[in-house]
């Protein structure tokens, strides 16, 4: 056979040159790809292959200012499954029924979910370690379990406004939680590790941790102990005077501006903050469904979580009568002995204003007794001496026309006139507290200035943050805002705000032993008409040296009375009682109080008549022996019981007649004294609380009792503004 | 004619068990982790190569010895016997993903194609030796081929198996073009083949994007882009280097069958470019010295005989590494010698067989 032509040979040979050549340029494409563009695809190619998974950190505790934990995280574990991986080791069905079981879910959602076609499946989130522990045992492939922490709240219903609650992702939603979020939340760590196209892990070396940060603590400024006592008592006033809108309280320390409680009522758990607690809002929303629900829900959330104290304002009434005094003496423009007039009235812009008690007017009156009355005449008198621009910088000054800047998301600012707009009318009104707003917290940090010997403060609900180990990262130290009123002017306005709880509408905060000083507020709400009120008292105590400051609304009361003398003096007074004792403040007794002291009901029983009186009058009780025998052997009352200084106790001796037992006089609405009267007479004991008018008593009048038997009379001043 | 006989070109032999080996190692790299995957086995796939693999190499060892020039009694009767088998394949054929493409011997099966691109090299070096400057005659030269191409073609389209059907047409006008036909006549059959193209585009849109999508793949991430993009993933992802043997990530599962035609992909990220280069270079060698051997045949006929097996080696090859670097629209191409095909791998070796007998008989070794 012949060799190929040179033709061919020609022709074979450019097909070699073609396919070298191509093959070349596929050499040069292939590095391009690798070495040109390698980076940006290597970037994007592991990307893909990689899976980040989130360790939580664990979220930072929030303290009371005492170390005592008010919002703990607790690790729980949240359970996720890999469908392939279930799908490989083939027993889908044994690990959908143990997992159902254990986790009280039903069999078909588990079967579904973990035989998904997908990459990833959350079952369930925040199991409880037991359940965690038993599904660990199983040793399941593809089934994981990942730490995870859950927030609890020791107190429950507690400070709930203030802490504020997390969600489902342990995110702050709103109070201190969602305030001081990103401290508390701490930096989460990171796993990142490689996995198949399905989402399978991969054991490959370019795995890498990062270690989770913890969170934060936060100490609060909050004492557990005294938000104990303002929500025992706000809540008792909430119920008992039928508040509609809630109440709040403020306590602080004036010379901090530390707030000591904060508390809303009516509340919720901290631990269940999705459930609304309104009767009322529940029953309409269960009516409801999709979007409307949707809404309805929002805004009931929105309206249970409110933080009354720093978010709503309201108007002041005369409580602001403080503020009047302070600017009228510190301009020195009025005098503590300066005699005004009241004739139920004062005429101004051709308008009548009237005062608060216009169906009996208060008449002449000094200055100091016009504060004690809360006459509505004598401060108009008072602002037009100042004139509208002092009177208007001094609002200013004792922080009514900004936010305190205290750290709390959603504080407002209450309402003040405008400059251009505060004529003689708005001038006479504001004198008295009514026309403008002011948040609960305005009033409490203004007050403040004045038991703080005229240095307004910025308020601090944060004390502290402190680490892991309790080493303090971050104190906050309290800042002075302003001088508002010199310290002598803050000196006499304390005294006479004394003098209006121990002489005047605010009696009914009185509480012996300390020296409690206030002013009490009644306004009532826009439109005016409706019969409805804002009933609150502001007041510190000492007075002389203030420890604490205590602010109480009541917003719509419908109980038997809604003035603030009447039905929020005395929470303010309970609360001072409550806190002063718990911050051992030394009490200072005035003789008439010395005189009228608790005394406990010594055992007398076995003892000698001689003896048994002695013991009685060293214990400022007075005796008074039935029959002739030597020997005590009954008594009344009976030992333990609590009896006023100069009470009698009656001792039964052998031989003493069967005595006969009385019946309780009716008291109400009788004064301190003639009920004194009454009971005395009737041969049984009495022991009073607060004055002015009997209100309560018990026994009830008609039960027939030994006589002896202590009364317990409660008196409130009703005739108060 | 025994006297004629030499020993074979040891540097082809080398090269092709240098590539056989070199394929081997990769098939076992990208098919261990799918294998787990799929049939719990890593070895699965690899195992079934090893063993097509042995037998290529009898088949390759036979042929080296089998005289080539017997091939040209057979001719005709092996390319009926393929067109045969190419319609038996449409109508008795296993279905694989909506195709048939496999026919099935016992427990063996084989793509009736494979033989078919055997059948028609062998039948057209044998022929268009005979011919010798006839071809240069346009009806009686040039059509003939082009109607045998056109029907084996068609056959393969059916099956559907259009990259086969273009690798058959490409080695058979390759063999025209060697045999010396005239360069005008392709022209002239050029203008009817873009027109036919352009009337295909129009009348399926999606036609044209999959055409123009390895322009750009990631305008196409989701649809037609996604695979050539894993692939461009998996050569990145190799930079200089590679992230060493059996390390490829984008094997796991993110190139679907990685041992099968993005194999290459994989050897890139495992072995980097070096590595990748070093491969083409092999088959650049593989290509030298196979024509080489086809320009030093001992008659026209061996001569054009290596020139279509070699030509094959080489498209397959080309086309291959061209789609999985984006350089041309996806199409189903394997590597020769490294994708895990079964009985592909046979008829390859029996080609190599084949060039390696022509070898023998080359003038060189008198
Ligand atoms: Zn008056």
Redesign the pocket.
Known sequence: MAAPSITIKKRIFTLLIIFITAAIALIIRTGWWQIHEGERLQKEAIEQQTRDRIISSRRGTIYDRNGKPLAVSASVDTVSVIPNEIKKAGNAEEVAAKLSEVLGMSYEEVYNKITKNSAYEFIKRKIEKKEADIIRGYNFKGVYLEEDSKRYYPYGNFASHVIGATGTDNQGLFGIEAKYDKYLKGMPGRIVAAKDALGTDMPYPYERYINAEEGTNVVLTIDEVIQHFVEKHLETAVIENKVQQGGAAIVMDPKTGDILAMAVKPDFDLNNPFEIQDAQAREELEKLTGEEFKKRYEIELGKMWRNKAVVDSYEPGSTFKIFTSAMGLEENVVKVDDVFT?R?YATVANHNIK????YN??GT?TFVE?VQ??????FIDVAFRLGSDKFYRYVDAFGFMDKTGIDFDGETAGLFHKKENFNELELATAAFGQGFTVTPLQMVCAVSAVANDGLLLKPRLVKQLTDVDGNVVQTFEPEIVRQVISKETAATLRNILESVVSEGTGGNAYIKGFRVAGKTGTSEKLPRGNGKYIASFIGFAPADDPKVVCLVILDEPMGESYYGGTIAAPVVGKILDDTLRYLEVEPKFTEKELETMDVIVPELRNMEVKEAQNALKELNLKNKVEGNGNTIIDQTPKPGAKLQGQSTVILYTEGADKVENVVVPDVLGKSVLDSNRIIINAGLNIRITGSGTAIKQEPAAGTVVPPGTVVNVEFRHMDVD | MVKDRGTFDFGFFLTVMILLSFGLVMVFSASSYSALNDYNDSYYVIKRQLIWALLGLFVMFFMAGFDYRKLAYLSVPFLLISIVLLVAVLIVGTEVNGARRWLGIGGLSFQPSEVAKLAVIIYFSNSLAKKKDKVKKFFTGFVPYLLILGVIALLVIKEPHLSGAVVIVLVGLMLLFAAGAKIFHFVLMAIPAVAGLVVAVMMEPYRMRRIVSFLNPWEYKMKEGWQIIQSLYAIGSGGLFGLGLGRSRQKLLYIPEAQNDFIFSILCEELGFVGAATVIILFIILIWRGIKIAINAGDTFGSLLATGIISLIAIQVLINIAVVTSSMPVTGMPLPFFSAGGSSLVFIMMGMGIVLNISRYSKGRG
């Open positions: 009241c139920g005062c608060w008690r216009s007017p208060h009156q016009g009355n809360s006459c509505n005449p004598v």
